[in-house]
């Protein structure tokens, strides 16, 4: 009796041990692919001209999306906006020269900014001295068209252009990285430890 106790426990032990053995080294490959999958996203470059916020309406896809019918408020509309995009291209071909030389340093600086803090605070620096007055003139300029619109559009354009200012200002902003070979890598490793 006291043989086929013995016997049992050390099998449930080897079993345990074999079974605990087997997990660790699973979650030792699907570490190793999450690390393989993180070295594989590209950085994005960095676009000066977005992150000053520089962009031109379309009067066409405005005049849609607000939903004008009214010629007189189309035409108002049609002006004002133009008059915005012109300001905005002599702000943007004014700078031109500045925002492709922060563009070039910044992109060509880029990887080694993220080893070295002293540099990376250098960059940001720089390129808050060189954006900062952009944005501030172009904020300006959306202010003094946003108010002329109050007076041309009713309460229901007004909000769906605001809607629609929002939405194009995001389209500026980088996208966040993502990694769709992640999730197929997770269901390898599952399926590898089912077996």
Do not use: C
């Amino acid at each position: 009796m006291k043989k086929i106790v013995f016997l049992l426990l050390v099998l449930i032990n080897f079993s345990f041990h074999a079974q605990s053995s087997r997990a660790g080294g699973q979650r030792g490959i699907r570490i190793n692919q999450n690390q393989q999958t993180r070295g594989n996203v590209k950085p994005q470059k960095f676009n000066s001209s977005n992150v000053a916020g520089i962009f031109y309406y379309d009067f066409i896809e405005v005049a849609k999306k607000i939903k004008i019918k009214d010629k007189d408020a189309k035409n108002k509309t049609s002006k004002l906006l133009s008059t915005y995009n012109s300001e905005v291209k002599n702000i943007a071909f004014l700078n031109s020269e500045k925002l492709n030389d922060l563009e070039l340093a910044v992109n060509s600086l880029g990887t080694q900014a993220k080893t070295n803090p002293e540099l990376r605070k250098k960059m940001r620096g720089l390129i808050q001295n060189t954006l900062r007055p952009l944005r501030d003139s172009i904020s300006k300029k959306e202010y003094i068209l946003n108010e002329s619109l109050k007076d041309v559009l009713n309460e229901k354009q007004l909000k769906k252009w605001f809607k629609y200012q929002t939405k194009q200002k995001n389209k500026l902003k980088p996208k966040k990285a993502t990694n769709k070979g992640k999730r197929t890598l997770m269901k390898t490793t599952r399926e590898v430890s089912r077996y």
